[in-house]
């Protein structure tokens, strides 16, 4: 069985910073891709960021780009994100996700295994 556990969520007030950190555990398995989302109360979980590890290329939700930065070890499906520059509106739960598939980064169904989340607060 494999396990993702998300670390480094909390409170933090506009214009702070915070970073998330994934690790798997469990059985071994190869991901393609790991990435970010997030889920705001009321709302459907949405994509924040990815990184495929073959070719070491990042994407991002446009709402993300230039606040937000991926990055992460293949090697230990490990998976880390840095978030600056936060406003209220980034305010979620976010999760962890390793995909073994190859396809469209942006889709949670193609991700195989998820992480618990972890709740992310921005105070205005």
């Known amino acids: 069985q494999v396990q993702l556990v998300e670390s480094g969520g909390g409170l933090v007030q506009a214009g702070g910073s915070l970073r998330l950190s994934c690790a798997a555990s469990?059985?071994?398995?190869?991901?393609?891709?790991m990435g970010w989302f997030r889920q705001a109360p009321g709302k459907e979980r949405e994509f924040v960021a990815a990184?495929?590890?073959?070719?070491?290329?990042?994407f991002y939700a446009e709402s993300v780009k230039g606040r937000f930065a991926i990055s992460g070890d293949n090697a230990k499906n490990t998976v880390y994100v840095q978030m600056n520059s936060l406003k209220p509106e980034d305010t979620a739960v976010y999760y962890c996700?390793?995909?073994?598939?190859?396809?469209?980064?942006?889709?949670?169904?193609?991700?195989?295994?998820w992480g618990q989340g972890t709740q992310v607060t921005v105070s205005s």
């Open positions: 990184i495929r590890w073959s070719s070491g290329s990042t």
């Open positions: 996700a390793a995909r073994t598939s190859s396809g469209s980064m942006y889709n949670s169904r193609d991700y195989a295994y």
């Open positions: 469990g059985r071994i398995f190869r991901s393609i891709a």
